[in-house]
C-alpha cells in the first residue's frame, strides 16, 4: 500500500532553516507529482509546494517564494523541502501528499515551529 513518512521537523529559531524528507514507498515513485502542504492551527490546510515527476517543474505558495525549495530523488523515493528564512508564521504541521487517479495519499506529518 502506499505509504508517505515525513520527518525532519523541529524546533527552530526565526531566520533558521530546516529541510524535511518524505520517504515514499507502495508506488511508483518516478511516475507521481509530488506536494508537500501545511497547516497552522486553526488555518485551512494549504499547499506549500509542488514538483512533477522528473522534477523538471516546481511550483511555489506565493508566501514561500524565494525561502522554500521543493526536491527530489527518484532513485531514493524521497522528496524534499528545503526551508530557509524561516518567519513564526511558517509554524505548522507540514505533510507530505500525492494523487494517482482519484485517490490521494497523506503522509502523517511533522511539526514544525519557529519561534525565539
Known amino acids: 500500500q502506499v505509504q508517505l513518512v515525513e520527518s525532519g521537523g523541529g524546533l527552530v529559531q526565526p531566520g533558521g532553516s530546516l529541510r524535511l524528507s518524505c520517504a515514499a514507498s507502495?508506488?511508483?515513485?518516478?511516475?507521481?507529482?509530488m506536494n508537500w502542504y501545511r497547516q497552522a492551527p486553526g488555518k485551512e490546510r494549504e499547499l506549500v509546494a509542488s514538483i512533477t515527476s522528473t522534477g523538471g517543474s516546481t511550483n511555489y505558495a506565493d508566501s514561500v517564494k524565494g525561502r522554500f525549495t521543493i526536491s527530489r530523488d527518484n532513485a531514493k523515493n524521497t522528496v524534499y523541502l528545503q526551508m530557509n528564512s524561516l518567519k513564526p508564521e511558517d509554524t505548522a504541521v507540514y505533510y507530505c501528499?500525492?494523487?494517482?487517479?482519484?485517490?490521494?495519499?497523506w503522509g502523517q506529518g511533522t511539526q514544525v515551529t519557529v519561534s525565539s
Open positions: 501528499k500525492t494523487q494517482r487517479g482519484i485517490a490521494h495519499y
Open positions: 507502495g508506488f511508483i515513485f518516478s511516475s507521481l507529482s
